[in-house]
């Protein structure tokens, strides 16, 4: 199989999230993709297949298949731009969630945007909440309480931290043993810690020790959620925020949300795709 590999949400040449994307006639056996992502190393590989005129898709991680996945939609958007032409391209997820990605290339650049399933949000009980505060090193009194903790979703499920320091956010640390153990004992996809510089500006880590990786650099599945997520709040986000992610591990990288007012739509996120 041929693997494509992509850095989705660059900053301009440099940063991005690296995935990877295999476009094949049919899905290769389970344990063929999910040994083919761990080899990749990558935090999320796509594979994708074209039937009755949408695109099938599923990611891997190099531990375990996630339900959704931002950054390899955005990068599959770009590659099927470049293979197909500038067009939106309908997706259907694999437990038959439906999402679409619109990609775009003039030149040598490339952008995609991607259009999540709607989005979900609910409280996160005390409990939890505690053993993942104790994870971090973190308290109560550490958290921006503006923007409650909550599980949110957006075809993947994560658990959202807003902190009300930039300097705790740039020191975060945790053990990654116990934190795999905490996040899939609920199911997670990552911890999305946040911290607003203003209402419509954020800095972003994410945690997805469930998938193997210690930090993923740009989660666009993750933005998705949290914009559904400010919508349902009534945050003053003033219809777009951007996210930016990355920075502290040296891997720059800017997310564009777009999250409109209709409760029921799904989340646009975009970003400018680089090829390594």
């Known amino acids: 199989m041929s693997i ?3 850095a989705a949400f660059s900053d301009g040449a440099r940063g991005g999230n690296p995935a990877g994307v295999v476009i094949a006639d049919s899905f290769p056996d389970d344990r063929v993709m999910q040994n083919l992502a761990a080899e990749v190393g990558y935090s999320e590989t796509v594979f994708a297949v074209l039937r009755d005129g949408e695109w099938s898709v599923r990611y891997f991680a190099p531990a375990m298949e996630v339900p959704f996945c931002g950054h390899a939609t955005v990068a599959l958007g770009a590659v099927l731009a470049e293979r197909l032409g500038d067009s939106s391209f309908p997706l259907r997820l694999r437990k038959g969630g439906r999402a679409s990605v619109e990609g775009c ?15 979900t949000s609910r409280p996160v009980p005390l409990s939890y909440l505690s053993e993942c505060l104790e994870l971090f090193g ?6 921006d309480l503006r923007l409650p903790p909550a599980f949110i979703n957006a075809g993947a499920d994560h658990l959202l931290l807003a902190l009300d320091n930039r300097r705790l956010l740039s020191e975060m640390r945790y053990d990654q043993k116990a934190g795999k153990t905490l996040m899939n004992a609920v199911g997670l996809a990552t911890i999305s810690v946040v911290f607003a510089e203003s ?4 800095h972003a880590r994410n945690p997805f020790a469930s998938g193997g990786v210690y930090e993923d650099p740009a989660t666009g599945a993750a933005a998705a959620a949290f914009g559904g997520y ?3 709040i009534a945050w003053p986000h003033g219809g777009s925020i951007t996210i930016v992610q990355g920075e502290d591990m040296g891997v720059p990288c800017r997310l564009f949300v777009d999250i409109g007012d209709d409760a029921q739509a799904g989340i646009l996120v975009g970003g400018s795709v680089r090829r390594l």
Request: aromatic share 10%; charged share 25%; with cysteine.
């Open 199 to 202: 209402p419509t500006y954020f």
């Open 105 to 119: 290339v003039c030149g040598d650049i490339a952008s995609a945007t991607l259009r999540s399933p709607p989005p």
């Open 230 to 232: 400010l919508r349902k």
């Open 4 to 6: 494509e590999r992509l």
């Open 138 to 143: 973190w308290s109560m009194a550490d958290l």
